[in-house]
């Protein structure tokens, strides 16, 4: 198997899903394991996502994180993965920022901080898989000082 087609295969990855509806967890989680994949971490805001990086037992490769969470919005997450604020996961991870609507400004801040992708409710199985294998193949550049001046809402 050629390179290219092992990066298109969904099946190896670990995919840590945040949101903080459980129901949509639920939707998400099932669509991954229709399109095979078996490693999936849960967690339920930006907080408990946090925590579960730092003490995963197998690497993360894709974050799929909803922006609007109560406990630790969706571009914090990202501004700490890109800022290297969660040890021993690299800053230039796959993190998709899973939405409900297009708002110009979480878009906007979210491209500031180099955000691999996003995911539009209401999500499908090709729509999910595109948007993961797209974000898996854009390579980010880190810039940690243009990071730092995200002004991310709390």
Request: include cysteine.
């Amino acid at each position: 198997m050629n390179a290219a087609a092992k990066e298109d295969r969904l099946e190896d990855l670990h995919v840590l899903l945040v949101d903080d509806d459980a129901a949509f967890l639920d939707l998400l989680e099932a669509l991954l394991q229709h399109l095979g994949v078996k490693a999936i971490t849960r967690a339920i805001s930006g907080r408990d996502a946090f925590s579960k990086l730092h003490h995963v037992e197998r690497v993360v490769d894709c974050v799929l994180c909803d922006y609007s969470m109560a406990e630790g919005n969706g571009l914090q997450l990202l501004q700490a993965i890109r800022t290297a604020k969660i040890k021993l996961f690299r800053p230039d991870a796959c993190f998709i920022l899973v939405t409900a609507s297009g708002d110009h400004e979480v878009v906007g801040m979210a491209a500031r901080l180099d955000v691999s992708g996003y995911l539009v409710k209401p999500v499908t199985p090709d729509k999910l898989k595109a948007t993961i294998l797209k974000a898996r193949h854009r390579g980010i550049k880190i810039d940690f000082n243009r990071y730092m001046q995200v002004p991310v809402p709390g």
